[in-house]
């Protein structure tokens, strides 16, 4: 893990189209700000975890599914 220390108003980037920068710093938050290109996805961790558990809950049901048709014929 790379770890960057940035004062508000400072900003860094993370490879030719992506640019992060601090935009407040709090006793217990920092708020920032994330310029990229629209095609990116930028999620919050936890969004990103539920549609990855979304996602593998579906593909197990749709696996089930098939089985349980399959039996059925």
């Known amino acids: 893990m790379l770890v960057i220390r940035r004062k508000a108003g400072e900003a860094f980037h993370v490879g030719d189209s992506i640019e992060i920068e601090?935009?407040?710093v709090g006793?217990?938050?920092?708020?920032i700000g994330i310029r990229?290109?629209?095609e990116i996805a930028v999620l919050r961790n936890e969004v990103f975890l539920t549609?990855?558990?979304n996602k593998a809950a579906a593909t197990a049901?749709?696996?089930l599914l098939s089985r349980l048709t399959a039996t059925e014929k």
């Open 22 to 24: 601090i935009l407040e």
């Open 27 to 31: 006793a217990n938050q920092v708020k």
């Open 36 to 38: 990229a290109p629209r």
């Open 51 to 53: 549609e990855r558990q």
């Open 61 to 63: 049901a749709s696996a």
